[in-house]
């Protein structure tokens, strides 16, 4: 695990028990897993199939809490509003870049529906997603501008 920075992270798996630990946010995407360094030290490789979803984490207090798992409105934050339906058939909502160059290769990475909870950024890998939609798009750069030429409203009583 190269570098110093790292990230609290809880890795939720299929059928077996989460793992909190902290992950290199540049190099913890590997080409057979992610590496997961424990707290007790030790730097493990889970790989892609096993993991259900990555939370990147303010503390470790509440692992399992639950989280809200969809928008209760519109988000507000720019980006591709997303649903993703999982193996198991959970879904998760969150809203990802609107830019093709930020999603990474091995999966996807949002930042989920409450932006007040213990998670503020969630990685799924590939693996892990049976369908992805697009619910929206928030914030788009295709928004009309007004014309420069464009007349303001006249009088309504002019002489």
């Known amino acids: 695990m190269a570098g110093s920075t790292t990230k609290k992270a809880i890795i939720r798996r299929y059928d077996r028990e989460p793992l909190a630990g902290y992950v290199n ?35 470790f207090d509440h692992p399992d809490r639950a989280e809200r798992s969809t928008f209760l409105t519109r988000p507000k934050m720019e980006g ?25 290769h091995y999966g996807f990475s949002f930042v989920p529906p409450d932006s007040f909870s213990n998670q503020h950024r969630v990685f799924v890998p590939r693996e892990s997603v049976k369908a992805v939609e697009v619910l929206g798009v928030v914030g788009s750069p295709l928004k009309r501008k007004a014309k420069a030429g464009a007349k303001e409203q006249g009088e309504l009583f002019s002489e």
């Not at 591709?80 to 990474?104: C, K, T």
Request: no cysteine; glycine share 6%; net charge negative.
């Open 25 to 59: 946010p540049v190099s913890f995407l590997q080409p057979v897993g992610v590496e997961l360094l424990s707290a007790d030290g030790n730097l493990a490789s889970i790989p892609y199939p096993e993991i259900k979803s990555i939370a990147f984490v303010r503390d």
């Open 80 to 104: 591709l509003w997303v649903r993703l339906q999982f193996r198991d058939g959970d879904v998760i909502e969150g809203v990802m870049p609107n830019n093709l160059l930020q999603i990474e």
